[in-house]
């Protein structure tokens, strides 16, 4: 997959391999970045350049991915929770604990080995190892996604996605109690500089906007509803944390010591999407997995007493 980018100021005198992997291959290690530009995937003004080169504004990168290793991947029942499916599209509703798609260092099934077992054709946009996935949430969040099954159906979809057009809702409980009711949170996020593992608010970083509403308050907890304007790696989590009210259950961003065993308490509620090819608006919602409402129960009756 080819991508580019125009420097600019924020960008200017900075390393290219830190700036490819803050903005072109976020989900990337820096040693894949690194060896992307050692085998002269990646240019600078047409030009093969160095790890270490720094960036001027103005200049123009361009990129392409490193060679995928053939994947043979096999199906495995998995029973997924399929809210909807047409000759087009499907809706997944996805538990905790499931990664979406395959990766070198990780070897356990995924959303993407169940699909194969219970779907007939995926797009191949994203070649084997990612067939059908236009988007993704993380391994321990569950709730909605829609997965293409033919290569139009991909890129409409990539293209809505990429506009804002698909509405996404989820539902979070996070520490502390709000003053207000309601609110936003503007502020740029790329990778952590110091772990790669995190995200972080960077300046300079991607765009990122989230809403949230509260719904209901328990003192030293609030559930919100949080609605996604863009679609960072872990941008719920990552703002909440920013705001001081980080996610329960979400070790990387909050508390160490973590509550439940599931995961973070984050769930994609609402999914909203213009068909590829009926081209009317569609609506879907999944409702909170049991260890969600269990948490709820439990704070509601803490808080009554």
């Known amino acids: 997959m080819k991508k580019s980018l125009k420097v600019d100021a924020s960008q200017h005198n900075q390393r290219l391999d830190l700036v490819l992997n803050q903005y072109l291959y976020e989900d990337m290690s820096r040693s894949y970045v690194q060896r992307l530009i050692k085998e002269g995937l990646c240019l600078v003004?047409?030009?093969?350049?160095?790890?270490?080169?720094?960036?001027?504004?103005?200049?123009?990168?361009?990129?392409?991915?490193?060679?995928?290793?053939?994947?043979?991947?096999?199906?495995?029942?998995?029973?997924?929770?399929?809210?909807?499916?047409?000759?087009?599209?499907?809706?997944?509703?996805?538990?905790?604990?499931l990664v979406v798609h395959p990766a070198s260092s990780y070897h356990e099934p995924t959303l993407v080995h169940g699909l194969l077992h219970q779907v007939d054709e995926l797009s191949t946009i994203n070649g084997v190892v990612r067939p059908g996935i236009v988007h993704r949430i993380d391994k321990d969040t569950s709730?909605?996604?829609?997965?293409?099954?033919?290569?139009?159906?991909?890129?409409?979809?990539?293209?809505?996605?990429?506009?804002h057009l698909i509405k996404r809702e989820y539902i979070a409980l996070v520490y502390g109690d709000f003053k207000e009711s309601e609110g936003s949170i503007d502020a740029p996020?790329?990778?952590?500089?110091k772990n790669r593992l995190k995200m972080a608010i960077v300046s300079g970083g991607k765009k990122a906007k989230t809403?949230?509403?509260?719904?209901?308050?328990?003192?030293?907890?609030?559930?919100?509803?949080?609605?996604?304007?863009?679609?960072?790696?872990?941008?719920?989590?990552?703002?909440?944390?920013?705001?001081?009210?980080?996610?329960?259950?979400?070790?990387?961003?909050?508390?160490?010591?973590?509550?439940?065993?599931?995961?973070?308490?984050?769930?994609?509620?609402?999914?909203?999407?213009?068909?590829?090819?009926?081209?009317?608006?569609?609506?879907?919602?999944?409702?909170?997995?049991?260890?969600?409402?269990?948490?709820?129960?439990?704070?509601?009756?803490?808080?009554?007493?």
């Open 211 to 305: 809403h949230f509403k509260v719904i209901e308050r328990f003192g030293s907890h609030t559930l919100v509803e949080c609605v996604l304007e863009t679609g960072r790696t872990h941008q719920i989590r990552v703002h909440m944390a920013y705001i001081h009210h980080p996610v329960l259950g979400d070790p990387l961003y909050g508390p160490q010591e973590v509550v439940g065993k599931d995961g973070q308490f984050l769930h994609a509620k609402k999914l909203t999407l213009m068909h590829p090819t009926k081209k009317e608006e569609m609506t879907f919602t999944a409702d909170l997995p049991q260890n969600f409402k269990d948490m709820l129960a439990l704070l509601r009756k803490n808080s009554a007493s």
């Open 143 to 163: 709730g909605l996604l829609v997965v293409a099954k033919n290569d139009f159906s991909h890129q409409f979809l990539s293209n809505e996605l990429h506009d």
């Open 189 to 193: 996020i790329a990778r952590h500089p």
């Open 45 to 97: 003004n047409g030009q093969k350049v160095k790890s270490g080169y720094t960036l001027k504004d103005g200049d123009l990168i361009e990129s392409e991915d490193l060679p995928t290793k053939e994947l043979k991947l096999e199906a495995v029942d998995l029973n997924l929770d399929i809210v909807y499916e047409d000759d087009d599209l499907i809706v997944i509703n996805k538990p905790q604990g």
